[in-house]
Nanobody, 124 residues
Framework: QVQLVESGGGLVQAGGSLRLSCAAS????????MAWFRQAPGKGREFVAF????????YYADSAKARFTIARDNAKNTVYLHMNNLKPEDTAAYLC?????????????????WGQGTQVTVSS
């Protein structure tokens, strides 16, 4: 069982930056593709960013391109989401997800393991 724990959320002004972290509980983290999703109140989970375990290749939602960067440290079993130039519409709970059998990397149902989320609030 892979457990994921997110941290790093908070309240920030528009234009500010945050770095989210997702720590995995097991060394099998190195065999799992990882992603960040976000969920605003009353909405479904929205794909943000993805990183592959084998070569660290990445993929981003259009809303995240040029502002967010996903990275992983396999030695620390941790994946990061660096967020710059934050906007009020980025306000959401950010969730870390993991899978070892991704089919459609932007679809939440393809991910087996989920963290509890960390709240990001961007004020205007």
């Amino acid at each position: 069982q892979v457990q994921l724990v997110e941290s790093g959320g908070g309240l920030v002004q528009a234009g500010g930056s945050l770095r989210l972290s997702c720590a995995a509980s097991r060394s099998t983290f190195s065999n799992h593709d990882m992603a960040w999703f976000r969920q605003a109140p009353g909405k479904g989970r929205e794909f943000v960013a993805f990183i592959r375990w084998s070569d660290s290749s990445t993929y981003y939602a259009d809303s995240a391109k040029a502002r967010f960067t996903i990275a992983r440290d396999n030695a620390k079993n941790t994946v990061y989401l660096h967020m710059n130039n934050l906007k009020p519409e980025d306000t959401a709970a950010y969730l870390c997800a993991a899978t070892n059998n991704v089919v459609v990397l932007t679809t939440a149902s393809n991910y087996k393991y989920w963290g509890q989320g960390t709240q990001v609030t961007v004020s205007s």
